[in-house]
């Protein structure tokens, strides 16, 4: 994987993973791709958009994302998820854990009005 494409919006992060499967081979690189956002950033938007595929080892790892953001009171939401990761987090329930929002302006994003932050 490479590293996420990161872009500041003010105090949120908007982070999209350039990767189309979240499971057991790629979860590790995730999680280091994913360390400075982890420890530094309160407010992270995750772009789901790529990602077609996720295991029990991804959900661990959004899961891990979200329990070290929100344990500093900050907050993870997603957006973009595909119809086939919909329903895998209906299944178990992952939509009664996580925010999600269908787009990047529903979640607060407004690239017209917002300007990027360094």
């Known amino acids: 994987m490479t590293t996420p494409f990161i872009k500041k919006y003010g105090r949120k992060w908007v982070v999209t993973p350039e ?3 979240l499971d057991a081979a790629s ?4 999680k280091e791709a994913m360390a400075e956002v982890v420890n530094t950033a309160d407010q992270v938007v995750l772009n789901m958009e ?3 595929f996720v295991d029990s080892c991804g959900l661990g790892a959004l899961l891990g994302v979200r329990k070290v953001i929100e344990g500093r009171n900050g907050s993870v939401v997603l957006v973009g998820i ?3 990761v919909r329903t895998l987090f209906r299944l178990v329930k992952m939509e009664k854990v ?4 269908e787009t990047l302006t529903d979640a607060g994003i407004i690239h017209d009005e917002d300007k990027e932050t360094d």
Do not use: D, L, P
Request: aromatic residues 18%.
């Open 19 to 21: 990767i189309t499967e």
């Open 98 to 101: 996580f925010t999600i929002h």
């Open 82 to 84: 595909t119809e086939q």
């Open 50 to 52: 790529y990602v077609q």
């Open 27 to 30: 979860v590790r690189r995730f």
